[in-house]
């Protein structure tokens, strides 16, 4: 069975710096997706940023980029010039490809890193 | 375009009453899901539909909790003889079918079930 781990229940930065929230993730499956989502308050959960396994090129958005080890089986997120609207929940979640043979249609989340945002 | 909806926002009912929660998907999309995020245990899969393939139920914690979706589109979560432990949000989410590679999941607002 699949498990995501996010060591860092809660993390601050000050506005204008970078953070960094880790996730690991254990699976036998060579070929999945890994995503960040984020839930503010209003617990809207917002898709942040998205890699496939295959690529080797890491996945950025604007200010977000994660740093993917697919050997060590790592995808952690960097938030470049934090903002104040960044405060939220952060989940990382893991989805097998089922077009090549994965059987879970469904995503499996980590518990979350609280990130606060401070000005 | 009109993103997932989920009715109510909020519900509060008594122990052992049944409760039926409403998801209405992004047009178009032919893969739908639902979720239950608690305190104690996180974000939990319940039970995932695609087109018109029987669904995966294999998330869902007990026989009390049901869900359908009818005409490939709106989709009922049904939780009979409700507990205190039911107490939670329950989430859908939407995708294109996966097998055409577009696997991206959006959510709705949720729904707050609070037992008393």
């Known amino acids: 069975a699949q498990t995501v781990t996010q060591s860092q229940p809660e993390m601050s930065v000050q506005e204008a710096e970078t953070v960094t929230l880790s996730c690991t993730y254990d699976?036998?499956?060579?070929?999945?997706?890994l995503f960040w989502y984020k839930q503010p308050p209003s617990r809207q959960m917002i898709l942040v940023i998205r890699q496939e396994a295959y690529k080797q090129q890491n996945a950025t958005e604007n200010r977000f980029s994660v740093n993917f080890q697919k050997a060590a089986k790592s995808f952690s997120l960097k938030i470049s010039d934090s903002q104040l609207g960044d405060t939220a929940m952060y989940f990382c979640a893991f989805m097998t490809d089922m077009n090549y043979g994965g059987s879970q249609g469904n995503l499996i989340f980590g518990k979350g890193t609280k990130l606060s945002v401070k000005p | 375009g009109a993103g997932v909806s989920q009715s109510p926002s909020n519900k509060v009912t008594e122990k052992g009453k049944d409760v039926e929660l409403r998801c209405d998907p992004i047009?178009?999309?032919?893969?739908l899901y639902w979720y239950r995020q608690s305190l104690g245990q996180g974000l939990e899969f319940l039970i995932y539909?695609?087109?018109?393939?029987?669904?995966?139920k294999s998330g869902l914690p007990s026989d009390r909790f049901s869900a359908e979706r009818t005409g490939g589109s709106v989709s009922t979560l049904t939780i009979q003889r409700t507990q205190q432990e039911d107490s939670a949000v329950y989430l859908c989410a939407s995708s294109w079918s996966r097998l055409a590679g577009k696997y991206e999941q959006y959510f709705g607002p949720g729904t707050r079930l609070t037992v008393t």
């Open positions: 047009s178009g999309h032919t893969a």
């Open positions: 699976t036998s499956e060579n070929n999945y997706y």
């Open positions: 539909f695609q087109g018109n393939s029987a669904p995966d």
